[in-house]
């Protein structure tokens, strides 16, 4: 049982390059998240899935946008990084979404830094 | 000002010292409180769960809340140095998805 699985653990990027963050979750949860973490700035939210086939702008979203491939994977996609996009992003996920007791899992997350 | 906010540190104690670690709030609707423990290079992990005031004890660790003040803490007996890490704590609200607010987190140095 892995939990929730991140690829890459790390990647560099030009200004103008995109990429796809990659996430998994194997515990049949229904909810998946995708964080951003600044020094300084805690976790920040930049979109979510409450369920399988919907999607939600998070705090910022903007420079992103995400894929709910099916119930166990969630992407991330940047389609033309900017160094502002340098950061650690994780990847979390919950049983359900809705119920305010639910517990997020969060993956090891991936460092990305844009030059 | 942030809804949640808590002191980045760093906070640095002597093995076996009391810690405490705090974060006040804004948002009165708020009745969920967490706190998730991070090592350096990994993803947080959910350390202890209140609902609404009052104390919750697991192990070395006390979760309290003080909804009249907007102020939630965590303490730590008997520190080791196993416990260092960053402390962030969240919060969220009933009712509608989960999403809860995270502080910035509070970095906790143990040294033998």
């Known amino acids: 049982n892995a939990g929730v699985t991140q690829t890459p653990k790390f990647q560099v990027l030009k200004t103008g390059q995109s990429m796809t963050l990659q996430c998994a979750q194997d515990?049949?949860?229904?909810?998946m998240y995708w964080y951003r973490q600044d020094p300084g700035m805690g976790l920040r939210l930049i979109y979510y899935s409450a369920s399988e086939g919907t999607t939600d702008k998070g705090e910022v979203p903007n420079g992103y946008n995400v894929s709910r491939l099916n119930k166990r994977e969630f992407s991330l996609r940047l389609e033309s990084a900017a160094p502002s996009q340098t950061s650690v992003y994780f990847c979390?996920?919950?049983?359900?979404?809705?119920?305010?007791?639910?517990?997020?899992?969060f993956g090891p997350g991936t460092r990305l830094t844009v030059l | 000002q942030k809804e949640v906010e808590q002191d980045p540190g760093p906070l640095s104690v002597p093995e076996g010292a009391i810690v405490s670690l705090n974060c006040t709030y804004s948002n009165s609707a708020f009745q969920y409180f967490m706190w998730y423990r991070q090592y350096s290079r990994k993803g947080p992990e959910l350390l202890m769960y209140t609902y609404s005031s009052g104390n919750k004890e697991d192990g070395r660790f006390t979760a309290q809340v003080d909804k009249s003040s907007k102020y939630i803490s965590l303490f730590i007996r008997d520190s080791q140095p196993s416990d260092s890490a960053t402390y962030l704590c969240?919060?969220?609200?009933?009712?509608?998805?989960?999403?809860?607010?995270f502080g910035r987190g509070t970095s906790l140095i143990v040294h033998p």
């Open positions: 969240a919060m969220s609200t009933p009712g509608g998805s989960y999403i809860p607010t």
């Open positions: 515990m049949n949860h229904n909810s």
């Open positions: 979390a996920s919950s049983a359900s979404g809705t119920v305010s007791t639910d517990t997020q899992y």
